[in-house]
Structure formats: structure tokens, C-alpha cells
DNA sequence: GACCATAATGTTGATATCAACGGTTCAATG
DNA sequence: CATTGAACCGTTGATATCAACATTATGGTC
């Protein structure tokens, strides 16, 4: 009796050291994220001197194609949410790299695309992101790369969209 | 004369498809975005009904610990920004989940602690984080997820601060 | 043509992320 | 002990992220 009360007590008010390391070893979530900072801050340090961000870039060159996308389309690319996308094209097209423009097929959509400042930008911007690009492939092994980004591809959730149903 | 004066300007006007292609299919920075939006995705939705988000969750558990780190220790572990962790720790701390004291050994430094009610939350979200968990890892092989924790480890920039100078 | 379910997007509020700047404390040097 | 450089941290402003709610447009049904 008492020693079971005692390892209730225990239970409710301490949780195992060990239990920590397993979470901090293991957790895919806690990995993904230190990686996923780590990295955004070496594309956005190489970046800098260009006045964009990994993200900006990473959007810019989601609208390099031949049909203007929708917000739809991008979102769902950079499994990004949906809003998400709505506030981080402002900035960009606040400076006039990125216009949007009402689709007349279907009035409810928006097309996005570059502006001739923005495909400056994304070209002024390529030998940058080669370098960097290199630069951290050196920190992963060479044999790993390609299973890695298959990897990273499979938790992105596919090219499907995030989420249907919001 | 008048072809190497088209091909200028449309290098300078164009970039290639291709290029995106290059870009989209390879770049270790979209890939490691995109999984870790969809990842904490994944696992901010477990989590939401203990009104926990997947980064609450890692900034908790790795406040778990026997001597309470300060903040750069914590910074440098989840390999996240020194001011990010203090605007993270706002809230946590107005729901008295977590407790900040003044090193007395070095008025410079914050000690960083759980309250009971903060140990409590950790133990009530560690089944929830096991169950997420091993979805995860049914989306990644079986036989990469040694490799795949490694090399996010590696971007991850190891156990040292991500930038000395500031 | 009115009605309705669905689809695509916008807005708001909260949290997350980081650069730039400023304040405090420590430790070493003279 | 005064100075000085470095270490640790907070604040501010800008962007990023997403849930909840609201708006507009489309397509189909009656």
C-alpha cells in the first residue's frame, strides 16, 4: 500500500531521466526541427547580401514555370500552409518580385507569378544557392544523399496536399 | 552577332525550367522545410488536445533534467535561436509550466526549470508522443531511420552553438 | 433561377524565428 | 581598483507558421 502510493507519487510528480534521452535521441519531430533551423540559417546567412531569406528563395523558384500556379498548387508543393503562403507573399510582392492575379477560368483563384525584378532576382541568386547547396552536401555523406532527400521527401508528405479537408 | 545578343538577353530575362526542376528536386534546404512543416504537423495535431504544440513538447522535455540548464545550453541543444527561446518561454511560463531563476553563481545566466505542473504535462503528452512517434516512423524504411536520425543530426550542426560570435 | 454543398482564398490572433541593438555581469589585465 | 573585452541575456521589428472564422465563386439539384 504505502509503497505503491509512493511510486503513484512518484509517477505523477517525476518522469525518468532516461525517458528524456530517449525523446531527445529519437524524436523525429526534435530532429527534423534542429536540422531544418541549422540549415535555413546557412541558406539565409548565404543569402543575405541579396535581401532574401531561404523561404523567399525556395517561393521564387515555385513560380519559375511556364503556367502561373495557384495559391493551391504552391501551398500544397511546399507543404506549407495554405495561409501561410497568403503572409509570405506580401513582402515579395510589396517589393514587386511576385504578382497575383485573379484566375478568369475559375474567379476564385489567384495565379501567382514572377515579375520581370523577380526573375532577376532569382537569377543573381542561383550561383549562391549552388555554393551553399555544396557546401552542405559536405556535411552529408555522399552515399547518403540521395536516400536522404527520398527520406525527407516521404515525411513532406508526398506531393500530395497536407490537408483536404479544412 | 545578333544571336549571342538574344541568347543575353534571355539569360538574363529567363531561367530555365530545368533549373527549377534542379532546384526543387534537390535542395537540402525546401526538402529538410517541407518534412519538418508536415512532421510538426503530425505531431502538433496529437498534441493539441493537451493544448501542447510539438515544439512546447521538445522545449519541455529537454528542460527534464537533474541541474537546470541555462538558456544558451537549452539554445544550442534544440539548436535554436537564444532570442527564439526566450519569446518560447513566454508562454510556458505564464502557464506556470515552467520556472526561470537567476544562476546565483553567475547573475549572467537564467537557470531553466519545470514546475510540478510542467512535469505533470510531460508525463500526461509521453504516451501521445510514443503513439506519434511510431507513426512517424512507419513512414520512414525501417532500416533508415538509424541513418536518417544521423545525417539530420549532422545538419543539425552537432551539439555545438550554431554561432559563437553574435 | 433559387438553393446548397464544396472549393479557393482572405483575415485575425497567437506563437515561432531571427537580426540588430542594448544592458548587465564576469574575468582578466594592468 | 579601474578598465576592458567577452559572455549571457532581454527587447524590438520583421517575417514565418498555423487554427479558427469569414468571404466569394463554382457546380449541381430541384
Redesign the interface.
Known amino acids: 500500500m504505502v509503497s505503491l502510493l509512493k511510486s503513484e507519487m512518484s509517477?505523477?510528480?517525476?518522469?525518468p531521466?532516461e525517458?528524456?534521452h530517449e525523446?531527445?535521441?529519437?524524436?523525429?519531430?526534435?530532429?527534423?526541427?534542429?536540422?531544418?533551423?541549422?540549415?535555413?540559417?546557412?541558406?539565409d546567412d548565404a543569402l543575405r547580401p541579396l535581401g532574401l531569406t531561404?523561404?523567399q528563395f525556395?517561393l521564387l523558384?515555385?513560380l519559375?514555370?511556364?503556367e502561373p500556379p495557384t495559391m493551391g498548387d504552391v501551398a500544397s508543393?511546399?507543404?506549407?500552409?495554405r495561409t501561410t503562403l497568403t503572409a509570405n507573399l506580401k513582402p515579395l510582392e510589396r517589393r514587386g518580385l511576385v504578382e497575383l492575379a485573379v484566375d478568369p477560368e475559375d474567379r476564385r483563384s489567384r495565379r501567382l507569378s514572377l515579375t520581370?525584378a523577380g526573375?532577376?532576382q532569382?537569377?543573381t541568386a542561383?550561383p549562391v544557392?549552388r555554393r551553399?547547396?555544396k557546401e552542405?552536401?559536405s556535411?552529408?555523406?555522399d552515399s547518403?544523399a540521395e536516400?536522404?532527400?527520398a527520406?525527407?521527401?516521404?515525411?513532406?508528405?508526398g506531393p500530395t496536399p497536407?490537408?483536404s479537408p479544412r
Open positions: 509517477n505523477r510528480r517525476k518522469l531521466v525517458v528524456t525523446v531527445r535521441d529519437n524524436c523525429y519531430c526534435l530532429h527534423l526541427q534542429r536540422a531544418a533551423r541549422a540549415t535555413a540559417r546557412r541558406y531561404s523561404g525556395s523558384m515555385s519559375n514555370r511556364v508543393l511546399l507543404a506549407m500552409d520581370e526573375r532577376a532569382l537569377i542561383l544557392w551553399t547547396q552542405t552536401e556535411v552529408v555523406p547518403h536516400r536522404l532527400r527520406d525527407l521527401t516521404a515525411l513532406g508528405g497536407p490537408k
